[in-house]
């Protein structure tokens, strides 16, 4: 049963983005391993832009800079 996590920033992503996610994760799985689609679980995570971190500033900050 494969599982895959996707970790995304907490900042927009729409329903339809996500279940196009899951949707898309899935069907990759199955093309190129051939795994079965009904046991493939994906699992999205949002993160709140001050729990993510890049060369060391959060992406918040980063965001405020315009980097």
């Known amino acids: 049963m494969p599982f895959v996590n ?3 920033t907490r900042d927009g ?4 983005q996500k279940a196009q996610l899951i949707q898309g994760a899935t069907q990759l799985l199955v093309d190129i391993l051939n795994k079965n689609p009904q046991t493939t679980v ?3 995570d949002e993160v709140d832009t001050d729990n993510w971190g890049i060369g060391g500033e959060t992406v918040t900050a ?3 800079q315009g980097k």
């Open 62 to 64: 980063r965001r405020q």
């Open 42 to 44: 994906v699992v999205i």
């Open 6 to 8: 996707i970790k995304i």
């Open 13 to 16: 992503a729409t329903a339809e």
